[in-house]
């Protein structure tokens, strides 16, 4: 019986493949997976080396992928009773990754459990502060009951890297109205529904993007945009903790500017910061602005 469903989504990923399927047919594990390979239009030689592991592979068109639909289609083929989200791109540390993902459905109350994702070599000064920042090495219990004490991180989830109960997500499933930020979606879903969600460090990958400013800026807009469409923004201590927290990101890099190891990564990694608050601003308040410069704004084309 399998036990486990590791799902992956993949397109034109083969060279970081190539890195995380071998560590993932080497995890040290006593419980029965599978691995669930959903390609949408790879023409980089993934498919053949798929073909190399013992892994489920279906195929659908390019054109047909949505983060949240496809993340439910996968997730309907899985057999498992725990579902594991890995993105292409995210490279377990070690092979105790899936085991420390695992051990935490232990408590019953536990519906999902996400893990910490650490920059990779090539990312940027604002990708590691952020990446620290939000994936410490503290473990985080998120109790509905005590909502309100974690600020923003309270909902904070990645399906970059995370595991839910499969009667979890076919109670909850990722919001298909959402084009983007679909994790966030659904992990509000789950601890409305009085679910914990565990943060676990030790379930770690090597995952980070290279943003450009402009990028960042409209992919916080989206952000922006996002919080105010679920009512995250209106919740306790959302406000207060994230401006603490953005401020104290940026007097990081305000004092190394200052030192002696200031530098153009610095600067660069302010005028980041800078805007992605920007973004982050006008998204909140994106009512306010006419359609077609929301359209222009937006990362993702959640509007249209």
């Known amino acids: 019986m399998v036990q486990v469903s590791i ?25 029965s997976f599978e691995v669930i390979v959903v390609d949408s239009g790879s023409t980089d030689g993934t498919l053949d080396l798929v073909h190399d592991f013992p892994v489920q592979l279906r195929q659908i068109r390019s054109d047909e992928f949505h983060h949240a639909r496809t993340r439910n289609f996968a997730a309907s083929l899985a057999q498992g009773e725990i579902i594991v989200f890995l993105s292409q791109d995210a490279i377990p540390d070690s092979t105790n990754w899936l085991a420390a993902m695992v051990a935490n459905f232990q408590d019953p109350q536990v519906g999902a459990v996400y893990g910490r994702q650490l920059p990779k070599r090539d990312s940027s000064l604002e990708r590691q502060d952020v990446l620290h920042a939000i994936y410490g090495e503290t473990r985080i219990v998120k109790d509905p009951a005590q909502r309100g004490s974690l600020g923003y991180r309270f909902y904070h989830f990645s399906d970059v890297n995370a595991a839910m109960r499969h009667t979890v997500w076919q109670s909850a499933r990722f919001p298909e109205d959402l084009k983007v930020f679909e994790d966030l979606g659904i992990a509000k879903h789950i601890l409305d529904r009085g679910w914990k969600i565990v943060y676990e460090p030790r379930a770690a990958v090597f995952h980070s993007h290279v943003h450009t400013t402009i990028g960042l800026f409209k992919r916080y807009f989206d952000i922006g945009y996002t919080f105010r469409l679920l009512r995250i923004w209106e919740a306790p201590g959302i406000r207060k903790s994230l401006l603490r927290d953005g401020w104290r990101l940026m007097n990081q890099k305000i004092k190394r500017r200052a030192g002696p190891k200031g530098g153009r990564s610095v600067g660069y990694g302010i005028r980041q910061d800078l805007a992605k608050s920007a973004g982050l601003l006008l998204g909140l ?18 509007f249209g």
């Open 285 to 302: 308040n994106e009512n306010r602005l006419p359609l077609i410069l929301k359209r222009r704004l937006s990362a993702y084309r959640v």
């Open 7 to 31: 799902l992956l989504l993949t397109k034109n990923g083969r060279n970081d493949l190539a890195q995380s399927l071998p560590i993932l047919f080497a995890q040290n594990i006593d419980v």
